[in-house]
């Protein structure tokens, strides 16, 4: 690292949003509208377990 401030790495390091949505379809619009979506990869993750409905819940 002499000479240079900055680690070397062979990956993109980037940030994150935090969103809370109703399901895929609007998980998949907002990345979609992420600026860096057009010239790179945007990744969806769920951090919560998908809840089981029944039929009371309906």
């Known amino acids: 690292m002499a000479g240079r401030p900055f ?3 062979t990956e993109q390091l980037g ?3 935090l969103r809370d949505v109703v399901g895929a379809n ?3 619009a907002i ?3 992420i600026p860096i979506s ?3 990869t ?4 769920s951090l919560l377990p ?3 409905v029944t039929p009371d819940d309906a």
């Not at 945007?42 to 993750?45: F, L, N, Q, S």
């Open 7 to 9: 680690a070397k790495t």
């Open 15 to 17: 940030g994150g949003y």
């Open 26 to 28: 609007e998980a998949t």
């Open 31 to 33: 990345a979609a509208s």
């Open 38 to 40: 057009k010239m790179g």
């Open 42 to 45: 945007v990744e969806i993750r």
């Open 50 to 52: 998908p809840q089981e």
